[in-house]
């Protein structure tokens, strides 16, 4: 297939690349021109900016936008809605709260034009593992997009969760649960790590990936990096907030769901 694609950071370079690799045809656009040259590099076609996008994509046109939630995706999505034409479809696979979702939905159907939320998770390590996507939008539109979400996926690794606003509603409390598994390693390495016995925190945590309830990605992950760094040094304890983590807390409250 062809599509537009806007984010040329680590995840939206590295699933240019998977598109490629794929063979769907991408016109790439960034606002940092070695990005672009990186596309490129690729197998992408670059693009100088949204208009020369625009036209380099026939109709219906897709784009994908993956750029920073909140006013960066807003602006792109307004920008890109005002060159695009009826039946083309416009894929935001960033984080955005998905009341946006709804409502950027009612504003482009107004216009004939189709929004796909596309939860996208799988970080830095979705080039070669493939991204985990939570797809929502119309049915008919989704079915269309297939070939793109099944290049980007591993097997079994993209799925329809319902109408606008259900893809990122489904990823916001996935990354609710990837924060509070974090914390709960976190706490219990830094009890482990205080003990009086010694303990090995890299080889404990290559030994709970072996048949104990508590393995997951995530512990793998702690593994390797506690190899490399025992104790951590230099990293900070905080993440940034992004958004996801109190949007699940405020919807959680919302439908008095203890959380």
Not at 79 to 87: E, N, P, R, T, Y
Not at 97 to 102: K, L, M, S
Not at 107 to 129: C, F, M, P, Q, R
Not at 198 to 218: E, F, P
């Amino acid at each position: 297939m062809e599509l537009g694609f806007i984010g040329l950071g680590k995840m939206g370079m590295n699933m240019v690349t998977r598109l490629q690799q794929g063979k769907h045809r991408v016109v790439a656009y960034d606002r940092t021109v070695d990005l672009i040259k990186q596309a490129e590099g690729v197998g992408g076609v670059g693009a100088s900016s949204l208009e020369d996008m625009v036209s380099k994509l026939k109709a219906p046109r897709i784009v994908w936008i993956m750029v920073p939630s909140g006013p960066p995706t807003e602006e792109t999505v307004a920008k890109v809605a005002s060159l695009l034409s009826a039946g083309d479809i416009i894929i935001d696979g960033g984080n955005t709260n998905f009341h946006d979702d709804v409502r950027r939905a009612a504003e482009l159907k107004a216009k004939n034009i189709h929004y796909v939320d596309a939860g996208t998770s799988g970080g830095i390590w979705g080039l070669k593992l493939g991204y985990c996507l939570m797809v929502g939008g119309e049915k008919a539109i989704i079915e269309k997009l297939a070939p793109i979400f099944k290049t980007l996926a591993p097997e079994d690794g993209w799925a329809y969760m319902g109408l606008h606003g259900a893809g990122h509603y489904v990823k916001m409390v996935h990354n609710g649960i990837e924060y509070s598994m974090m914390q709960g390693y976190a706490e219990g390495f830094e009890l482990m790590s205080k003990s009086e016995y010694h303990l090995d925190l890299a080889k404990i945590s290559d030994l709970w990936m072996h048949g104990s309830v508590v393995r997951s990605w995530l512990l793998e992950l702690s593994a390797g990096f506690l190899k490399e760094n025992p104790k951590l040094d230099g990293l900070k304890g905080y993440v940034q907030d992004s958004g996801e983590g109190r949007w699940t807390v405020l919807d959680a409250i919302d439908k008095a769901v203890p959380l």
